[in-house]
């Protein structure tokens, strides 16, 4: 049989074709692909001596979806559509062999075959829903036929991939076959599939799954409203609910177009364009210019955390959950015993919802070891200190593990703001200096600052990155100044927030608008969960600002049900009488005119802010690119991912109004406020940040 095009291949075995797909690195469906897969088909399809034809992929996994690369061009035919009816229609059996990832498109095409075989670690899903999409290939119209609506609403809203054996109980995969058999068990699985004359299954023709869920359109608001504030601000799951809900109440063709509809507003609209430029910039921030990727990395075994605090246990329950051990060292034996009992807690948490067992925790505590003494940690590969945020502090405890920590090990800081450079005056080997600045609570925080120092080695970046990739976590490469990428855009945010407190705002005003905007919670009620008498003392204090007033009169945030905000029992907060006085009097005492300030006021000043910050970030070449700085605010600080993050977000927005609307509020943004000379270039030139590269 002919070779189809450089990308699909048609061949046989006896009677059973087999049309392969060989695309890497995932075997997405190129038009190239689509265009094989068509033309193999429907040679396969019309050859009287094929019997059955078998669908199968080489490299690492079978099609993860459409080409996201191709998405905002003009799509060039075959349509995926066609390709599918080809499949659904063929006169003999085809069926889908499926290893790796069945994903979006590439499901859906398994979905038009008339059976499924796997090997057992392969997985399927609908992702679409995380691009900002649905399925837009019938997934919306089959899964539902097969796995009843429930699950199907559960799939296309969650984008969860389902692994093999909850595949073949849900009925979407036929047979389970062993692994690296599956060229050979699918032939013969299609040989047993003529022998017995088995049906041309078509999924478009099921309906019992469907007929189940008839006459009861209440099941999909009970699912709008069980997952309401998970989809808050998304406009794709609501998308999925309505396509799901229209296979339920018309025939395949008209769900089909429904669905047709809904996807194509989707695929035009901004969020998700945004989603997909996350989903590639999930993937670029990895990449640093200048250390390749075959970078040499060191072998980290033994991990040492200095601080069984928040932080410290925090962060090393990231290390025991891949298995690797830790030594974690106190000043005090009490503190020890705290520490490690809350990381027992924790653990111990997890099996109440059943991700973890009692034999799990068990397993991971024995990997901690506790010592009261640093010597403890010479022979571990990387040490992360993560005592009190002061640089003299810092600076011994360096001095000391510089002697004493084996050669070659990486020494690194989990500093939230302070110099790395300055830390590693402290050493005679600047080289294995680095910063990994976890996010609290650190064992759930998916985002790390990886922050290069002066001297960092490229073998010290590589092995960062590399281990922070295995934690699970996502890392961004960022260089030092005051509060790295994502502390230091923070900064310029709260300060045009609390500059406008002083104009006439309530605190409330403005996380109201910050949160409307999406993120899940404004400045205010943030500052009070995690109080506001950090750094304060009661004796150096001195009423100098609105946060040390409410201090002194006790007002500390949520642990003393009142900061900003009252709160309730449940710690429900509630705008308060008592801070809009103190606010009120501080703002006349300091003469400051009060005006009404509008919401977008508030979100211009506080947005554009950060964008501003974000451009001196990058002139300063503290981070990499620009779609580095959206990955830390939406991993570390909830900025919506369907506004893409503060650089993406500018450019929706456009530059030239981001800097008429800044030079417009002029000193109202203060008095060191300085619009970036990279921004200004960028608006004049007409460009956006995407165009940096
Ligand atoms: N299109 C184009 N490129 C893709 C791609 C895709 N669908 N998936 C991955 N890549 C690239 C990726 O950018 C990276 O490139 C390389 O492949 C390896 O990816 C009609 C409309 C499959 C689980 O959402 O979830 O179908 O950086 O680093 O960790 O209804 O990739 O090396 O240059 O992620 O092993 C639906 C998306 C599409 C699945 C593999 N499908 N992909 O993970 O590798 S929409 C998805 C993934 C759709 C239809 C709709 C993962 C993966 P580079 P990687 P990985």
């Known amino acids: 049989m002919p070779a189809i095009n450089p990308v699909v291949d048609l061949a046989a075995d006896g009677e059973i074709a087999i049309l392969s797909v060989n695309y890497p690195p995932v075997n997405a469906l190129s038009h190239q692909v689509r265009a094989g897969l068509l033309d193999g088909i429907r040679t396969a399809s019309t050859d009287p001596a094929i019997k059955a034809i078998v669908l199968i992929c080489e490299g690492k996994t079978f099609i993860a979806g459409a080409d996201i690369t191709e998405f905002g061009k003009p799509m060039q035919p075959p349509g995926l559509v066609e390709v599918q009816d080809a499949m659904e229609a063929a006169p003999v059996p085809v069926i889908a062999a499926i290893h790796g990832t069945a994903l979006g498109g590439g499901f859906e095409v398994a979905l038009c075959c008339h059976y499924r075989v796997a090997v057992a670690s392969a997985k399927c899903g609908l992702p679409e829903v995380n691009l900002g999409l649905l ?73 019992d799954k469907l ?98 605090g928040t932080m410290g246990g925090g962060i090393a329950m990231n290390f025991a959950n891949i298995g690797i051990p830790i030594t974690i060292v106190e000043a005090k034996q009490d503190a020890l015993d705290r520490g490690l009992g809350v990381v027992r807690k924790n653990y111990e948490r997890s099996t109440k919802s059943g991700r973890l067992t009692m034999a799990d925790v068990d397993q991971r505590m024995a990997l901690f070891t506790g010592s009261l003494e640093l010597e403890a940690l010479a022979d571990c590969d990387l040490v992360i200190e993560a005592v009190f945020e002061n640089l003299a502090i810092k600076q011994d405890v360096f001095g000391k593990l510089d002697r004493i920590v084996k050669q070659g090990a990486i020494l690194a800081t989990n500093t939230s703001a302070l110099d790395i450079d300055q830390i590693a005056t402290a050493v005679a080997r600047p080289e294995a200096v680095i910063g990994l600045h976890f996010f609290s609570p650190a064992n759930v925080m998916r985002l790390v600052e990886v922050v290069r120092a002066r001297h960092t080695s490229k073998p010290v970046i590589a092995t960062s990155l590399a281990l922070a990739k295995k934690l699970g976590k996502i890392a961004a490469l960022v260089g030092v100044c005051p509060g790295f990428v994502g502390n230091r ?32 919670m404004g400045p205010f009620a943030m500052s009070d969960l ?32 009142a900061g900003f905000y009252d709160y309730d029992e449940q710690r429900n907060a509630r705008p308060s009488p008592v801070t809009e006085q103190i606010i009120r009097e501080f703002a006349a005492r300091s003469g400051a005119p009060q005006r009404t300030i509008s919401e977008a006021e508030i979100l211009e000043r506080c947005l554009y802010a950060q964008i501003n910050e974000g451009a ?12 580095d700085i959206d990955i830390v605010w939406i991993n570390g600080y909830g900025w919506p991912v369907y506004r893409g993050g503060p ?3 500018a450019d929706t927005v456009g530059l030239r109004e981001v800097v008429a609307k800044l030079e417009g509020y002029g000193a109202k943004l203060g008095k060191d406020f300085a619009i970036s000379p990279l921004l200004r270039q960028l608006a004049a030139d007409g460009k956006r940040f995407g165009d940096l590269k």
């Open 135 to 207: 399925p837009g290939a019938g997934g919306t119209q089959r899964l539902p036929r097969i796995v009843g609506v429930e699950q199907a609403l559960d799939m296309v809203t969650s984008g969860k991939h389902v692994d093999g054996k909850t595949a073949l109980a849900a009925g979407l995969f036929d047979e389970l076959v062993p692994e690296g058999t599956l060229r050979a068990s699918a032939i013969a699985f299609a040989r047993k599939v003529v022998a017995e004359h088995r049906p041309l299954k078509r999924v478009r023709d099921a309906d």
């Open 211 to 308: 007929a189940a869920a008839r006459g009861k359109p209440e099941m999909f608001d009970a699912f709008r409203k069980a997952n309401a504030k998970k989809f808050r601000g998304f406009l794709a799951p609501e998308y999925n609910i309505r396509a799901v809900q229209a296979a339920v109440d018309h025939p395949f063709d008209a769900g089909l177009a429904i669905e047709r509809k809904l996807f194509v507003e989707l695929m035009q609209g901004t969020q998700s364009a945004a989603q997909r430029y996350v989903f590639f910039a999930e993937r670029q921030v990895w990449k640093i210019p200048d250390v390749p990727d075959d970078t040499q990395t060191i072998p980290i075994k033994r991990v040492g955390i200095i601080g069984a």
């Open 489 to 520: 855009i923070l900064y310029a945010r709260s300060q045009q927030a609390n500059a406008m407190l002083m104009e006439g705002a309530m605190p409330w005003d403005i996380d109201k608008a910050i949160y409307d905007f999406g993120l899940p």
């Open 530 to 561: 995690a109080g506001l008498d950090i750094g304060w003392s009661a004796e150096r204090t001195s009423s100098s600002t609105i946060r040390e007033v409410l201090c002194e009169r006790n007002r500390r945030g949520q642990k003393t049900a």
């Open 616 to 627: 001196k970030i990058l002139e300063e070449k503290i981070a990499i690119r620009p779609s």
């Open 647 to 649: 650089m993406f977000y």
